[in-house]
């Protein structure tokens, strides 16, 4: 793996014309996200409020805890969000102080990780000129940057994961399957929904020539640090409430208005029956589970539509209501005017309908000139089919696939490459690496000994073999 890195590293190196658009793009993109987070404010409300006080909770001792006063009387949550991005805030507060844009700012670094992951995904799939396309349309996705959300530190993880993915042997080695499985344990704890790509980790695990026992090896060592980290969560939340959470609580009343199902009644009642947390997630996912028993083929169908809105070209509520009108609005009180670049920022999703044109079409021209982009595409499709099964669909759920889908659209470079599509890897430095090679067979007695008569060799002779034809003069 490590040495898959840094061959896409040194292949970038080779030509300095990419190598310099690829950094001079890069460092444009940081400094425009900076300048986005001194310009707009920090949206502490809904979901980013959430996230921020779980935070303060554990950064002043008091344990992993949120107390939501939209109710009454006030009603505290102890797993009803994930803990990877608190904790990762707590840790931010400790160093810095209690600062909101500072959590903005650690934004900037996760995107920047994004962009570094992506760039070097594209190297090996799709060659050097594809890696500075895919820096160029990442230099545009600045739309979750100001979030205090985890769209920026999820999309960074699911892009090591990815990087990983697309640069690991075959057969995997076991450090680079606990290594997998590490970066999907991580992502897992940001937000659960990175599960749905343990199955492309599971095909990535099995792939090669070796014997069952050690494919399953590498299964179960892919799979140990998610199953010990869900175990961890699980026990802790099963000493609180007397029953196992193995995710957060807010799976059922996420999926509610969906199902027909008012969250904020519903949630009322149970709470009036004298239901913990667990026990109104329980009820919740119940209610949802007999929906779906009650009429499979509208379930379907919904799976469908929220799986297609993953592509919505409609900006999500958080989008809309949160950064585009408070972050980065003018008006309605707000004392400073509005900027060029707050209103740069606000159209800033018009982008993704033509990176997502770009980046299927793209993608079917690596696929035709046999470019390493099999995980790449499995990872956008599992997650993009699966999706609509666990949540709702919207811009801001899709933006952790959109890096992903940045490194496809780099495939239509290829269309300039000299000579016809094949495997034989005879094309530029780039080309070689990114080009699916065929798997060498070793030779049986009856390959070599025709190799031997082709050479020269006199059969039933041992020893007698003309000189190779590489040799002759």
């Keep these: 793996m490590f040495r898959n890195l840094l061959a896409s590293a040194r292949c970038l190196q080779g030509s300095r014309p990419a190598a310099l658009a690829v950094l001079g793009l890069i460092a444009l993109s940081i400094g425009i996200r900076l300048a986005l987070c001194f310009e707009l404010r ?26 939501h006063h ?23 507060y400790a160093s810095i102080g209690v600062l909101p844009r500072a ?46 959300t985890t769209e920026s530190l999820y999309s960074a993880l699911f892009a090591v994961l990815a990087l990983l993915l697309v640069h690991a042997g075959t057969p995997l080695r076991k450090r680079e399957a606990l290594g997998l499985g590490l970066a ?34 590498l299964v179960v060592l892919t799979g140990l640090p998610l199953v010990l980290a869900l175990g961890a969560w699980g026990a802790r939340n099963h000493a609180l409430f007397g029953q196992v959470v193995l995710t957060t609580t807010n799976l059922g009343d996420h999926n509610a208005p969906d199902f027909g199902i008012h969250p904020e009644r519903t949630f009322a009642r149970l709470r009036s029956q004298g239901l913990d947390e667990a026990g109104i997630h329980r009820a919740f996912v119940a209610l949802v589970v007999q929906q779906i028993r009650r009429d499979p083929g509208a379930f379907l169908s919904l799976w469908a539509r929220r799986s297609a809105d993953l592509l919505s070209l409609e900006p999500a509520w958080e989008l809309d209501k949160v950064l585009y009108r408070f972050s980065a609005g003018a008006g309605d009180g707000v ?23 770009l980046a299927v079409t793209g993608g079917l021209v690596a696929l035709w000139h046999r470019r390493r982009v099999g995980f790449v595409w499995a990872l956008i499709v599992v997650v993009f089919v ?13 933006a952790p696939l959109y890096p992903l889908l940045c490194v496809l659209a780099g495939g239509w470079t290829l269309l300039g490459s000299r000579g016809a599509p094949s495997a034989s890897g005879s094309g530029p430095a780039d080309e070689r690496l990114s080009r699916v090679e065929p798997r060498a067979r070793p030779p049986g007695p009856a390959r070599a000994g025709r190799r031997d008569r082709a050479a020269g060799a006199r059969p039933g002779i041992p020893g007698r073999a003309s000189a190779p034809r590489g040799a002759r003069s």
Excluded: K
């Excluded at 502490?44 to 001792?61: I, N, P, R, S």
């Design 42 to 67: 920090p949206a502490l409300v809904e979901d980013a409020w959430d996230y921020h006080d779980f935070a303060t909770h554990l950064l002043a001792g008091r344990g992993f805890q949120h107390t």
């Design 184 to 217: 999907l344990a991580l992502a897992v704890a940001v937000r659960p929904t990175a599960m749905l790509a343990a199955p492309v980790l599971m095909v990535a695990a099995l792939r090669g020539r070796s014997s069952w026992g050690r494919r399953a090896l």
């Design 335 to 357: 004392e400073d005017g509005d900027t060029w670049l707050r209103r740069a920022y606000r159209r800033s999703h018009e982008q993704y309908g033509f990176g997502y044109v």
């Design 70 to 92: 939209g109710v009454d009387p006030p009603f505290t949550f102890r797993a009803y969000r994930p803990p990877g991005y608190p904790a990762a805030l707590a840790v931010l």
């Design 103 to 148: 959590a903005m700012m650690m934004n900037v670094f996760a995107d920047l990780l994004t962009q570094l992951a992506c760039v070097l995904i594209a190297v090996r799939c799709v060659g050097r000129w594809g890696a500075v396309v895919t820096a160029f349309l990442l230099l545009l996705h600045v739309t979750w940057t100001p979030s205090l």
């Design 386 to 398: 699966a999706h609509g099964a666990l949540s709702r669909g919207d811009m801001r759920l899709a």
